[in-house]
């Protein structure tokens, strides 16, 4: 974990309300790994206060993308960044995803959760893993970031006429049925965990893990305000686990979800 300054190189919306923001930050870049984040600092004015925690989308050569959503004051701040601007950030922080497992991957997006999946995908073919990615957004707001780097990933759309599959778990019953997969990893709302949990019932032998968001203030472990309620495997009783240090991504089996 690195405090350093970054340099913006690039920042611009890429559909209502989603951008994309490139940083030069060759320190983070080195050791960033998919799954992780950066604490994004807002300026020098403490208004807003607290660094923005961000997942990171991709790493190219010293160049951080973060792919973000505007949703309050903090992200309508970043979204005026301008090129050249200096920008202080911290990380990378959290545990990433566990990619120790070979076999097949499904990779599942749900709106700008698909931000951290983007750097785990492209991450697993540069190894020649195999890898499926399938992508839930409302109508089309990301097909330009997707085919920006790949033409195979499947898309459901809410908006999607008639009998078209309309969430990523529409898709995820079939795939499962025709198809040997041993690892998934997901990134979306928590009521999309809670359906992938439920499909997946019956095909205990997949490694599955999720990325979760969590609101936090410090970011790295001091103020227990991101905490998780986890049940390891084996054990009777939970634990909180901080989501900024011990997560974001947990494994699905031991996340205590909200039903
Ligand atoms: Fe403070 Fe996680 S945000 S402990």
């Known amino acids: 974990m690195k405090q350093i300054q970054g340099i913006i190189k690039s920042n611009y919306k890429i559909a209502d309300h989603i951008y994309l923001m490139t940083i030069k930050a060759p320190e983070i870049c080195k050791t960033a790994r998919p799954g992780n984040f950066i604490l994004i600092s807002l300026g020098t004015t403490y208004d807003p206060l607290l660094r923005r925690p961000m997942s990171i989308s991709n790493v190219k050569g010293d160049h951080l993308c973060i792919l973000y959503q505007v949703v309050g004051r903090g992200t309508a701040r970043m979204s005026q960044f301008k090129v050249d601007d ?3 950030l911290i990380g990378p922080l959290g545990n990433g995803f566990n990619t120790d497992n070979s076999g097949s991957s499904l990779l599942i997006g749900g709106g700008i959760g698909v931000a951290p999946l983007i750097f785990l995908y492209e991450g697993l073919l540069k190894k020649g893993r195999q890898a499926r990615f399938i992508v839930g957004m409302k109508a089309n707001e990301l097909d330009d970031i997707l085919a920006g780097f790949s033409n195979d990933i499947e898309i459901a759309r809410e908006n ?3 009998d078209g599959p309309k969430l990523v778990t529409d898709l995820l019953a079939p795939i499962l049925k025709e198809n040997k997969i041993d690892n998934i990893y997901c990134c979306g709302p928590e009521q999309m965990y ?7 019932a019956d095909y205990t032998d997949i490694f599955i893990q999720i ?10 472990g001091a103020c227990m305000g991101c905490v998780v309620p986890v049940r390891k495997k084996g054990r009777k009783e939970s634990v909180n686990l901080r989501a900024c240090v011990e997560g974001p991504i947990f494994d699905l089996e031991e996340v205590i979800l909200d039903a």
């Open 86 to 88: 200096e920008v202080n």
């Open 160 to 162: 999607s006429p008639n």
């Open 194 to 200: 809670v359906a992938i949990k439920r499909i997946c």
């Open 211 to 220: 990325s979760l968001d969590r609101h936090m203030a410090c970011g790295v």
